[in-house]
């Protein structure tokens, strides 16, 4: 079981959008739909953005989406805003009862 | 609202068994179709499952921790919990317990996290 592979940076100006990508095999992202994307600010817990790669929990913005394509999952943030500066985090489900997060994503809003 | 904290010594030493407590307030740990984690986050990394203990008793664990974890749930005091053994300074992480809702392997809910640093 590897770790799920994001790029370590991205970035934007206010209200532009970006879009983090999160790549896994064939036995976990390519087989499942259970991409979940999470957001970490400095010194808190991390939050749930997206789950079943396109859902969003009750009082995420619709501003985040999320999506899925063979073994890669993405996440997108539109309209970028000040306080979307955080760290984001992606996670599938790897069969067998196990999950399988990534080694996370930092995106500066500029 | 249910509502999750983590309790535990902040410093083990080497060789030593990490123990960590979750204390559930608001819910229980033994109804509803939850998965009780634990996740970790060694400094400046990235976030590593450790293992979970589903509502029905059963427990599910990294491959890579396997050999070193057990999770355990008190359903008296409705707190669950983690021991992992034989630590280096490599398991120095905040640690966090957290609640997936079964059937959908995303965490839903966490606790603030706390800090166990392996050193002698």
């Known amino acids: 079981q590897s770790a799920l592979t994001q790029p370590p940076s991205a970035s934007g100006s206010p209200g532009q959008s970006v879009t983090i990508s999160c790549t896994g095999t064939?036995?976990?992202?390519?087989?499942?739909?259970?991409a979940s994307w999470y957001q970490q600010h400095p010194g808190k817990a991390p939050k749930l953005m997206i789950f079943e790669v396109n859902k969003r929990p009750s009082g995420v913005p619709d501003r985040f989406s999320g999506s899925k394509s063979g073994n890669t999952a993405s996440l997108t943030v539109s309209g970028l805003q000040a306080e979307d500066d955080a760290d984001y985090y992606c996670?599938?489900?790897?069969?067998?009862?196990?999950?399988?997060f990534g080694g996370g994503t930092k995106l500066t809003v500029l | 609202q249910v509502q999750l904290q983590e309790s535990g010594p902040g410093l083990v030493k080497p060789s030593q068994t990490l123990s960590l407590t979750c204390t559930v307030s608001g819910g229980s740990v033994s109804s509803g179709a939850y998965y009780w984690s634990w996740i970790r986050q060694r400094p400046g990394k990235g976030l590593e499952w450790i293992g979970y203990?589903?509502?029905?008793?059963?427990?599910y664990y990294n491959p890579s921790l396997k050999s070193r974890v057990i999770i355990s749930r008190d359903t008296s005091d409705n707190k669950f919990s983690l021991m992992l053994t034989s630590v280096t300074d490599a398991d120095t992480a905040v640690y966090y317990c957290?609640?997936?809702?079964?059937?959908?392997?995303?965490?839903?809910?966490w606790g603030q996290g706390t800090l166990v640093t392996v050193s002698s």
């Open positions: 203990i589903h509502y029905s008793g059963s427990t």
């Open positions: 957290a609640r997936l809702v079964d059937g959908l392997a995303a965490v839903g809910l």
């Open positions: 064939s036995s976990d992202l390519g087989r499942y739909n259970f």
């Open positions: 996670s599938s489900y790897a069969g067998g009862n196990t999950l399988v």
